[in-house]
């Protein structure tokens, strides 16, 4: 075993070798806070001897847990690490379900719904009850029933409590309590719990039998919390009960990293953890290993602006770095063309890989004009946040085969599969036999088992029998088959490996290797020995499902490729990059428009933009554009006041994008691109250039270094506000009114559009033509 409290500076050791009560991990970004989990995990193993059977890690991805396990059996130099609970909130909880779930009603084997199944099921509820499924959209449906099971509202709570039940009333929608009752009880009936029952029936389980708390409580004796700041109220309780004996509690986290409350989480359980129990240890970890200083700087700075934060101040050891460029562009177009020149130069110069590259931004709409440039340019990227894997339609298909061969009450997939690939059960079948099932309160795999009794005739009968004995001839496989060897027989015996074999197109041979794809990871997933499941038996099909229900997008991050890769901050959230480049640094697009309403709300979007900063290890470059389409309307664009918060002393704002001449120094500087744009002679036109050259064509003819070309400028005639100019209350506004705006002067209301809670005007002003005004955020003065 390696010494490795040496290679801990000296607060990171200070957190690792303290061992019992109550301890919080203040650590910042890039602060090593994932050494200092694992090496404190390792140490309580070998300094103290403690089981690794009474450790218990709880982590927010299966990437991260699978990390720490390595490393600390890297530490020990032993096989120990295997009998860990490390694992997200969500894994964890799953697996202890599958032991204790029959105490509940629910099957060993129960199925996890993913988004998709839950809002399959929802939208079966909302037609059954004759209600408008466009009104009470699933997705919409599903949102608030979640935000109720991670705040422990069960759905008798959630018909009786009056605020509740008020607010369903005043979005027009007062049949989500009854939705809400019905949903549970058709994932009881099927044998399932969707993502947000992970959670809240834990809680349930710990709740309502004592025995079972009890046995958790002892076991774990010691606990500890990744990211703590981005847990929510029933993941709080549930550390609560789970600590509430032994107090050997030890929680790792940033304040300032708190970024999920659209999720549920809520910043206080970080910030009043010292509250919550006595003779609480507290360690920052202030050494950052991986920005520059001016990196760190910038970030400091900004975040110094938020109240709610418990006081830290990175620093590094690394160079000072150069400065921050602040660009701006005339268009949001002309961002994405700076972006991707300047990564193309950044590769050229500085010997960066693809992969060494991230593009962020504050929500995935602004997506579009970076994936553009990079297309022009041929520089290959990436979108996370796009169709997972296994969201892929024959992947799906395939996972519901299995889904019902483990569990077959399983309503949704059973539904999927039935008659696919055809087999004569076409939908009239298909609906008479979920009717059935609901008259008889029975699932509709016991239907369709004794489907002549059920008054199943000719053709159709025998379609449903031979599915049936299809699906029973899997399952006795189980006993002595792994799930690879399961996944391969259904392969074969559905005919689904043959149909997508047999059809050449392009797309048909992309589903094909699709399904080889999936076989190739499950016989990898089996030939794994991180992944017995000792409670349930090994590489049983049960524990591959869980796993593969589970993943998120950071899991299925395929790290060796080289491309760049684009996706919002929120999901960049963990990663570092040596470029980075945020996008779209201005009012109501970062910080949100949506989310400024409030103190609260503006310190996240603060927190967001801390994060962002600091996802960059050497360059960073922040963009924002004088103008950019929104709503479908060309908009003029402000500054974020995030800019004003940046200290001068670290920002170069010497750089334009767009064509734009820049300021500090002649035409000199700037990319390639742009002195290529601006008409400016440039020696490595006949070698780098060239390529360039195919896209856009050659270069325009050489001008005098004087005379850059001039870049277009948006026509806005700038408008001195009136000397009473006061905003008017625009609740009641309506189309032929005539307003005053600060910039555009005077126009008349055309149309009145959005929602109550979002309205947008439509105005026509005198010198500037039509534009869509949020008047959330807009000032405007009434006029008549």
Known sequence: MRDYLSELNEMQREAVMHKDGPIIIVAGAGSGKTKVLTTRIAHLMSAHGVDAFNILALTFTNKAAAEMKERVEKILGNSEARNLYIGTFHSVFARILRVEAPKMGYPNNFTIYDTDDSRSVLKTVINELNLDDKHYKPSVVHNRISNAKNALVGPADYEHDYHISQEDARS???????????????CFKNGAMDFDDLLFKFYELLRDFPEVLHKYQHKFRYVMIDEYQDTNGAQYQVIKLLAAVHENIAVVGDDAQSIYSFRGATIENILQFQKDYDDVK?????????????????ANEVIKNNKGQIPKNLWTDNTTGEKIRLVRTVTDNDEGKFVADTIQEQKLRNHYFNRDFAILYRTNAQSRSFEESLRRMGIPYRIYGGVSFYQRKEIKDILAYLRVIVNPNDEEALKRIVNYPIRGIGKTTIEKSVTIANDKKISMWQVLESAGQNGFKGATLEAIGNFVVMIKYFQSLLTDKNAYDVAVQVGKHTNIVKELFNDKTTEGLARYENIQELLNSIKEWTESPSNDDGELGEKNLGSYLQQITLLTDADDDKENSDVVKLMTIHAAKGLEFACVFVGGIEETLFPNGMAINTREELEEERRLFYVAVTRAKKHLWLTYANTRYRFGQLVQNEPSRFIEEMPAEYIDRSFSGGGARNQ?????????????????????WKSSGAKVAEKYGPPPAAKPSYMPAAAPTPKVVTHVPSTDFVASDTTGLQAGQKVEHQKFGFGSVLKMEGSAHNPIATVKFEHNGEKKIMLNYAKLRIVE
């Open 172 to 186: 027009n929608r007062p049949m989500i309590g009854e939705i809400y009752k019905r949903y549970a009880a058709r």
């Open 282 to 298: 507290v360690v920052k970890l202030e050494q950052n290993y991986r920005s520059t200083q001016n990196i760190l700087n910038v």
């Open 664 to 684: 500090s120094n002649g035409f000199a500087q700037g990319t390639a691109f742009e002195r290529m744009n601006r008409g400016f002679p440039d020696a490595g």
